[in-house]
């Protein structure tokens, strides 16, 4: 059985950009098996962490702006030797210091949530919130292991 775990990026309390972290919450409690980290960001201390999983599904806001292609993005990503800037890094530099450390490194997948409101507050537009349901059920496939290339 593979280990699955997907970690959700944001700050709660800059409404939509906790989308990442209220969809890890939910595949938690939904979808038996699977691991959840809820992170304000990407450290470089997760990196020790993702050898341990086969698959790795890491859920994130948007601005309006950073998506073409729709409200929901699902793309897989690798290792990437993109600078590191202080505490902060994307899902490819952690992946990449997985490598680094010499344990397998899992598939994995960055899934792309469009959000509108970053101001200060608690919970998500009623925009971000539908579309969170998407997101969802994409992270859902992605840990049964039925990969997806975009929503």
């Known amino acids: 059985m593979?280990?699955?775990?997907?970690?959700?990026?944001?700050?709660?309390l800059r409404r939509d950009d906790g989308v990442g972290r209220v969809v890890a919450d939910a595949v938690g409690?939904?979808?038996?098996?699977?691991?959840?980290?809820?992170?304000?960001?990407?450290?470089?201390?997760?990196?020790?962490?993702?050898?341990?999983?086969?698959?790795?599904v890491f859920v994130d806001a948007a601005g309006q702006g950073a998506l073409d292609r729709g409200g929901v993005v699902v793309r897989e990503v690798?290792?990437?030797?993109?600078?590191?800037r202080g505490h902060v890094a994307d899902p490819g530099v952690v992946l990449a210091l997985a490598a680094m450390l010499g344990g397998p490194v899992p598939q994995?997948?960055?899934?792309?949530?469009?959000?509108?409101?970053?101001?200060h507050g608690e919970g998500l537009s009623p925009a971000t919130a539908a579309l969170?349901?998407?997101?969802?059920?994409?992270?859902?496939?992605l840990?049964?292991?039925e990969a997806s290339s975009g929503i």
Request: aromatic share 4%; net charge neutral; hydrophobic share 50%.
């Open 2 to 12: 593979s280990r699955a775990l997907v970690v959700g990026i944001g700050n709660d």
């Open 29 to 56: 409690r939904l979808v038996a098996g699977v691991d959840v980290r809820l992170e304000h960001q990407l450290l470089p201390e997760l990196a020790e962490i993702l050898i341990c999983y086969d698959r790795v």
């Open 78 to 84: 690798g290792p990437t030797a993109r600078v590191v």
């Open 108 to 119: 994995a997948w960055l899934v792309t949530v469009r959000a509108g409101d970053f101001g």
């Open 132 to 141: 969170a349901l998407q997101a969802l059920a994409a992270v859902r496939e």
């Open 143 to 145: 840990c049964r292991g």
